[in-house]
Every structure is written in structure tokens, then in C-alpha cells.
């Protein structure tokens, strides 16, 4: 199974929710070798419960003949309990994989984006954690070149970090969209 999207948060969740009593072996895409990889599937735990496998990061790695080989066994080997977890969109590289969950950000989170406004922040806090909306919103203001937003921002994250911050920062995000 792929658990993969830009809503991280939610595809975290899936994941963590997927090796709940399990025993699992995880590895970094970046370091898993093919030999490590059919050991982990072909071996089973002290109870004789074969092992959840879990590998994060696989498809986000550089093309490589050690990618290539891993992919290969996992379209072979599909039965298998083997969970890839990525933090990004990787629709483009699964042809032959099946078993496959995307986490897509909700259409109304980009609309909040590009306009900020108390009620598109409560609706979007439903979705995200107070911290990722304000890393998305520095981000976009960086790409858009605004330096209003993104020094206000920056403000109320030196005041968060440094204790200063009178509120929480949903709060905090929620008297700044008020002055927009």
C-alpha cells in the first residue's frame, strides 16, 4: 500500500493507524537495499507473525538502478505487507502498483491562501495544525513577494518562539487575518 499527498498530516495518521499492533520493520527509501528489503518480507517476527514493512520516502528519491530494482520487486510482490509512505504527490511513478491512497489538501485551503480571512481560517484549522497553516501562508507569501505578510509573520513567530506570544498561535493567526 502508497500512502502519499500533500496532506501530510492525514496521510501520517493512516500510516501510523496501519502499524498499530503490528511488528514492522521501517526503513528510509534512501538507505533500503533490495536484499534488505526481501528479508525484511520474507522474514518473520519472534511470533511467527510475518513483519508490516515499512518504507518512507522511496518514490522521492533520485532516479537509480537500486530505486528501479526495489520497484520492480514491490510491483512483483503486491500481496505483501508493505506500506510506502511519502510526503508529496507521487501519482506519476505508480503505473503498476495497485493498492494506492492519495492525501490530497482540501481546494479551500489554497483559496485561504491567496486571501486570508477569519472564516477561511477556521475552516482550514479543522483540516491543518495552527503551525502548518502558518508555514503554508510564510511560503506563499514568499513566493508572492510579500513582504507585509511575510514580516508580520515572522513577527508573530519570533514572539511564539520566545515565549512572548500572549495566545495561542491559532489565535494569533486568527487577530492577524482580522487586520488584513
Request: proline share 3%; hydrophobic share 40%; charged share 20%.
Amino acid at each position: 500500500m502508497i500512502l502519499h499527498g500533500d496532506n501530510q498530516v492525514a496521510s501520517r495518521q493512516a500510516l501510523l493507524a496501519a502499524k498499530e499492533g503490528k511488528p514492522t520493520l521501517e526503513f528510509m527509501g534512501s538507505d533500503l537495499s533490495l536484499d534488505q528489503l526481501v528479508n525484511a518480507v520474507e522474514t518473520n517476527s519472534l511470533f511467527g507473525q510475518a513483519n508490516t514493512v515499512i518504507i518512507e520516502g522511496l518514490f522521492s528519491q533520485r532516479p537509480s538502478t537500486n530505486k528501479k530494482v526495489i520497484i520492480e520487486y514491490l510491483e512483483s510482490h503486491q500481496d505483501s505487507d508493505i506500506i510506502i509512505w511519502e510526503g508529496k504527490d507521487v501519482t506519476s511513478q505508480l503505473k503498476n502498483i495497485t493498492s494506492v491512497k492519495i492525501f490530497d489538501l482540501p481546494k479551500y485551503i489554497f483559496s485561504f491562501l491567496d486571501s486570508p480571512t477569519i472564516s477561511g481560517l477556521h475552516q482550514v484549522l479543522q483540516t491543518m495544525p495552527a503551525e502548518q497553516i502558518m508555514a503554508s501562508l510564510a511560503t506563499r507569501a514568499h513566493k508572492r513577494a510579500n513582504t507585509k505578510w511575510l514580516q508580520e509573520l515572522l513577527a508573530i513567530d519570533y514572539k511564539l518562539k520566545t515565549g512572548a506570544l500572549p495566545y495561542d498561535l491559532a489565535t494569533a493567526l486568527e487577530l492577524w487575518c482580522a487586520k488584513l
